[in-house]
Nanobody, 129 residues
Framework: QAQLTESGGGSVQSGGSLKLSCLMS???????MGWFRQVPGKEREAVAAIDREGHTIYTKSVKGRFTISKDNLKNILYLQMNNLRPEDTAMYYC????????????????????????WGKGTLVTVSS
C-alpha cells in the first residue's frame, strides 16, 4: 500500500506563492501523479497531472500560474503555485495511479477521479485577499 504525504500548505496573501510537496513511499518514476483540491461542500477538482515521461496537463484556471514537477530520485512530487488567488483556497491532495488515463482525464475532461489508486491526506492552502 503506497503512502503519499503532502506538505507545504499555509496561508498567503493574494499574489503570493507556495510550493507543495508530496512524498511517495513507492518509486515515483513508475507512477503517474496528480494534484487535486477540494473546498468543503464542493466537488473535488483535478488541478494538474504528470505522467512517467514528464508530460503535464493543467486545468484551465491554473495554467500559467501552477507548475507540476517531480524528483524521481527523491520520490517527491511538487506543485509550485504562483500568483495565488483567493479562489485557490482549498485542501490540496496528491494522488498516484499506475497509468495516466484516469489522472489526465480528470484534469482535462473533468472525469470522475474516484478510481485513482492512491491518495494523500491533504495540505491546506489559504489565500487571503
Amino acid at each position: 500500500q503506497a503512502q503519499l504525504t503532502e506538505s507545504g500548505g499555509g496561508s498567503v496573501q493574494s499574489g503570493g506563492s507556495l510550493k507543495l510537496s508530496c512524498l511517495m513511499s513507492y518509486a515515483l518514476g513508475r507512477w503517474c501523479m496528480g494534484w487535486f483540491r477540494q473546498v468543503p461542500g464542493k466537488e473535488r477538482e483535478a488541478v494538474a497531472a504528470i505522467d512517467r515521461e514528464g508530460h503535464t496537463i493543467y486545468t484551465k484556471s491554473v495554467k500559467g500560474r501552477f507548475t507540476i514537477s517531480k524528483d524521481n530520485l527523491k520520490n517527491i512530487l511538487y506543485l509550485q503555485m504562483n500568483n495565488l488567488r483567493p479562489e485557490d483556497t482549498a485542501m490540496y491532495y496528491c494522488a498516484g495511479d499506475p497509468t495516466p488515463e484516469r489522472l489526465f482525464l480528470a484534469v482535462g475532461a473533468g472525469a470522475n477521479s474516484d478510481g485513482i489508486s492512491y491518495w494523500g491526506k491533504g495540505t491546506l492552502v489559504t489565500v487571503s485577499s
